[in-house]
């Protein structure tokens, strides 16, 4: 359990990590146009990758592991909801098997303690 455990985490970090830095980087065509159905401004869009990066860091600390997954899956059911309201039914059940990692993990418990 303790390696499936690491593995999510591992995951679920890196994940973390790689929307933060994205939302820093140039917006593509469709990043544009999810972030304006979703009524996303891109103005925003830093809040949420110091968030994002923010997040993926606590993960690998046991003070902040649980709080780290907390905000992880709120943010994956905002993200669902908003894309509910838009009508985006296809982008609502992608995000469903990313909001089992962090619930996933809480019911693992942090991986490293020794």
Avoid: C
Avoid at 13 to 38: C, I, R, V
Avoid at 93 to 106: N, W
């Amino acid at each position: 359990m303790k390696i499936v455990a690491g593995i999510l985490l591992l995951i679920s970090a890196l994940l973390s990590l790689k929307h933060g830095w994205d939302a820093f980087q140039p917006a593509t065509e469709e990043q544009l146009k999810m972030m304006s159905n979703l009524n996303i401004s891109k103005s925003a869009m830093p809040y949420f990758g110091v968030l994002s990066i923010l997040m993926g860091l606590m993960l690998f600390f046991p003070q902040t592991f649980f709080m780290a997954n907390l905000l992880n899956a709120i943010i994956i059911v905002l993200i669902t909801a908003l894309s509910l309201r838009a009508g985006d039914y296809k982008m609502a059940l992608i995000e469903i098997p990313f909001l089992a990692i962090p619930l996933v993990l809480i019911w693992l418990k942090y991986p490293l303690k020794f």
